[in-house]
Every structure is written in C-alpha cells, then in structure tokens.
C-alpha cells in the first residue's frame, strides 16, 4: 500500500441518546463517512486517499459531523452527505480546500 | 479549542476472533490508545497534541498495532504500551520521529 496523499477522518463517535453535548453519529456522521467511501471507490482512489472512521470525540461537537483533513490539517464542520463529493474532488483530489464548509476560525482560537 | 500541532491517530480496528488478518485490536492496540491518553493527560498536553481511535482499518494490519501521526504522516507499527512514552516525548512534544518503529519503508513501496 502508498502512503496516502490525503487522510481524511470522520468522527463517528456515539454518546447515548439524549446526551446533552449529542455526538457526530447523531448528526448524520455515518451516512458522510459512507459517502466518502463509496466515492473512494466510484474514482478508485485508493492509494491516493484514505478514508478512516474515528471511534472517539474531535471536538467542535456543534458543527458536527466534523471531518478532518490531513496532511493539511483542515477541519471540516456541518458536513452533509451532498457536501462530500466536493470536499473529494476539488480537496482531496484537487488540492483546493472547501472555505464554506471550514469549522469557523473563532473555534480554534 | 486550539488545532493541534500533532494529532496521533491509533488503529483500535476489530475484527472477528479467528479472522486471517486478525486486527490491531487483537494485537494489543486498546492499551496502546489508553497509553497515549493516559499521557496526554499526565503531561497536560491538551491543545497542543490530540489524540484518538479509529476504527477503521488503516492498512498495514501484520504491523499492528499501528499507529500514525499527522500532519507529519508517520506510520510506527508494532506499538507496544511500553513504547509509547517514547513516541509522546520525542515526537508528539519534541518533533523528532522515533525511527526504530516506522513500518519498514518498503510496506509503503
């Protein structure tokens, strides 16, 4: 196997229903995770990107589903399943990150 | 919550018992990720380093547990609790990768 270009990493973490922060699974995280791995094999991408699943809590909980990006270190937030195509082609692919779609600087500051 | 300078990713994969390929899980890796977070919190490292499990396979199972540190992209296999100490100290906080635990270069080839 290449080392990939471009990681790509869904938080899918659960909490139990009814937790009060929720969880990325909650908000659809799955079906995103899905959608990245069924493109990964529609473009045949493998070697070129990787597509993983993170058991455990990202973060920014409120935009989730959070996805991150590495090696560029880009953190995706509010991520549907119809965003991802983009994310895949003109990021991952591309090399151009999606700006609509950043967690808002002011999180990380 | 600020970026983190290095985000360390641990495979905790589980396959079922008996499978072929087996699984980082098998091998070891929940105490691997449990040493890691164990750290992050001893060393108060939060902010600065991040640390999670992914459930996914991530490849190069024979060298499991496997382990993979971004935005460096450095793959060590083979991690054993007792080795992670090292990985946290030289790597992680001080920026210089342990090479006796890469997965051999030719994995990648």
Redo the contacts between chains.
Sequence with gaps: ???PER?V?IC?NQRPAGHPMGCCSERGAVSVWQKFADLLNQKQAFGKI???????C???CQFGPVV?V????V?YGKVRPEDVEEIFDSHLVGGKPVERLFVPPE???
């Excluded at 990787?50 to 455990?56: C, I, L, N």
């Excluded at 590495?70 to 270190?73: G, L, N, R, S, T």
């Design positions: 196997m290449p080392k990681h990493f899918v990787m597509v993983s699943g993170v058991r455990s990202l973060g920014p991150v590495y090696p560029d270190a953190w999180v990380f500051g």
